[in-house]
């Protein structure tokens, strides 16, 4: 058996600050891959949120913001009475910031009887008695509160609102974990002036997914002569709407990473080239030793991968890290989109550090493996 | 037929815009046990007639023969493995692997042969203990002086107990004393072990502990009268 492992480790270890920097370097990019991949795989949780097949979004006609959209809360009432309607959520919404952000604050009020029964939500501490009772009591959604280190008790003040954190909740949804839920009147009074009787959106229930275009058709067509006109979409096609610019952002940020890791792939090429052609001599003697070229092709690609691999190790735990006690969001007209890890994102970042290792282990090793013996030694 | 043969073997290669003919229709045998010593100026050829005899360069004409193989018929890892059992290779300057200590470095060409660890190490520690530097298997080559690396670099050579040593200018960076160490103890595997030995140098006085000196000159290698052999 050569010894594939043992030479390689030595030859890394006896420049300990070009294989630290390099190691770095791939730390850096498969760090940065794993961040925007991880970016990608909480938009793709929050597009396929559970009930978002059966479940229409009311706005107002030509809104830009939630912010600007009113609705009558009285058309909740009517449109429960349209047939294939199981409920109704009106909902009020008041966000920081409209636009994309890495920490916005997305208050929801609703009805609390019809909240509870209407969001997959479940609440991991707190009092939910205390929230019923309480107008300014607030369940926060467990990614916002461990973002922002709330617990049950802690009082919670951001602008003119300040509401008493009840409880937090856990959500099948990750779009609500962002959120604090508050009572519907609670937040009407403390949003603006003169909006009591006002909300932001309906949150429509079918009870078939199947009738969803129809229902919409029919809320739109009895709004449309009234005072606040109604644009009713899916909810899937209204979180693609709202998420759209970050698509389009992360769309930038994974052509990005994929040059990080081309320029990564360069930079190992280089170190190991660099190691290769300090050592020539020792794989002229190698092969004059009875050693073959692919014994040599091995052993470069071995250290490159042994490189590679300590490299993307440190990028990945850092990610890790960061991913998890961050909690970091990007929130977009108050879809909160967060970072998210799989076993499966980790898998592809070693698959692709393994790629770019074979690929840049590929000139030098066979550099090695063309070492010309006779002209190496030749001379007396 | 001699243990090992070149017949009217030319070797000829491009250095710049020259084409050089080092070994120009060289006809030549070694028999078995022999310590055949290759004299010559630097530039003459002798290298490349080692390269030939070692198998790790192959004549543009005629035929080299060791031990009933013809070398140039083996393929490229036929050739390899035919090294790797056949020819241990002394080099002038020792090129140990820096990274590996003594006793890795000698362990280097047993990688290549089915042994546990527990033969390799068998092998090893005898090779070093032939050498004299049993008790340097855990230093590395910078901690080591000349001479003996030199020695290490022997030890590495015989320890696959190949038939053929093949020694380039072995003495040719040591001082007085640490040379005639290693030429003592070349002959002492030659007269002890039985190995074939090829050594090329441009020391005369070095070349008396051969058993058969020849001289290359301009491409041609001719026998020496002015050097005494061992008997």
Redesign the interface.
Known sequence: ???VL??PL??L??RPARTVLTALGVAAAIFLFVSVESLGLGLQRALSSGDAARTLVVYRENRYCPQTSFLPERYAGRVAEIDGVESVLPVKVHLSDCRASLDVVAFQGAPVDTLLRTRPIELVAGDLDRFRREPDAALVGRAFANRRGLAPGDRFRFGEITVDVAGIFASDDPVDEGLLLTHLEFLQRAAGVDRLGTVTQLEVKLADAGDGRRVAEEIDRMFATAEAPTSTRPRLEFLEGATAELAELLRFARAFGRICVLVVVVLIANTVLLSVQERG??F??????????AHLVAMVTVETLLLTLAGAAVGVAAAVVVVSTSHAALAVEGVSVGFALSAGEVARAVGIAVVAAVAAAAVPALRAARTD???L???? | MSFITLDRVTKR?VKGDHELTPLKDVTVGIDEGAFFVLL?P???G???LL?LV?G??RPDEGTVTVAGHDLGALS??AL??W???HVG?V??QH?L????TAY?NVE??L??FPLDRRERHERVALALDLVGLADRASHHPRELSGGQEQRVAIA?AIVADPPILVA??PTGDLDHEAAAATLDLLARLNRERGKTICM?T?DRSAASVGTRVLELRKGALRETGDVEVSP
């Open positions: 058996m050569i010894p043992t030479l030595r030859h270890r006896r001599r020792e002229g003697v190698h092969l004059t030793l009875g050693y073959r070229g013996v006779h002209r030694f030749r001379g007396a | 290669y010559g630097s530039g003459s002798k290298t490349t390269n070692a790790i360069d490229a890892r390899s493995s090294r790797a059992e290779y080099f002038q090129h692997v820096p990274v590996l890795e280097l060409p990688h290549l590495r380039d200018e090329v441009h």
